[in-house]
T-cell receptor, first 111, second 117 residues
């Protein structure tokens, strides 16, 4: 079945460091891919998405490129801020009525 | 404000009690779903609905019931609460439910933290 695998956390970085959170997927067909962010005590918010191979989703300085050849959708940001501290979830939707979420990666950014 | 509204935000139940978690959205979304979030396990789908009158089971449906009498509302019922149902519950909706090629993302509610003692 479809699945999403994320790197284990927590990831701890200093402010202005470069961020990569790895995400790989298994799916039949051509899924849409998403990154969601969850701040403490809140629900998940859609951060960015890509709907076909080679698409790049971007928002708030975060980027992720849909790589079909490596079945990956890694999240990157060039310079993180303390306010980026949150849990990040990779997810896919493969044309069925279900989204598949990864287990989440906690990011801590230190001032 | 438009969005997904969940009530209550916090609830403590005794084992064997029943209760209903409420979820309402005002975006005319066809697709609604319930997830539970547990440490180290991410989000797991409990039940979902693709429109009024239509519901289906997700990954972990046992112990939960749902109904969808209107487009706006999608309540989740715990029939007889158990400690294993201690979790954070999220309701989410989207326009298309991922069926269309240009998949829509979810809009999530802020969650209900449930403790069963």
């Amino acid at each position: 079945g479809d699945s999403v695998t994320q790197m284990e956390g927590p990831v701890t970085l200093s402010e202005e460091a470069f961020l990569t959170i790895n995400c790989t997927y298994t799916a039949t067909g051509y899924p849409s891919l998403f990154w969601y962010v969850q701040y403490p005590g809140e629900g998940l918010q859609l951060l960015l998405k890509a709907t076909k191979a080679d698409d790049k989703g971007s928002n708030k300085g975060f980027e992720a490129t849909y790589r079909k050849e490596t079945t990956s959708f890694h999240l990157e940001k060039g310079s993180v801020q303390v306010s980026d501290s949150a849990v990040y979830f990779c997810a896919l939707s493969s044309g069925t009525y279900k989204y598949i979420f990864g287990t989440g990666t906690r990011l801590k950014v230190l001032a | 404000n438009a969005g997904v509204t969940q009530t209550p935000k916090f609830q403590v139940l005794k084992t064997g009690q029943s209760m209903t978690l409420q979820c309402a959205q005002d975006m005319n979304h066809e697709y609604m779903s319930w997830y539970r979030q547990d440490p180290g396990m991410g989000l797991r789908l409990i039940h979902y609905s693709v429109g009024a009158g239509i519901t289906d089971q997700g990954e972990v449906p046992n112990g939960y019931n749902v109904s969808r009498s209107t487009t706006e509302d999608f309540p989740l019922r715990l029939l007889s609460a158990a400690p294993s149902q201690t979790s954070v519950y999220f309701c989410a909706s989207s326009y298309s439910g991922g069926v269309r090629v240009n998949g829509d993302g979810y809009t999530f509610g802020s969650g209900t933290r449930l403790t069963v003692v």
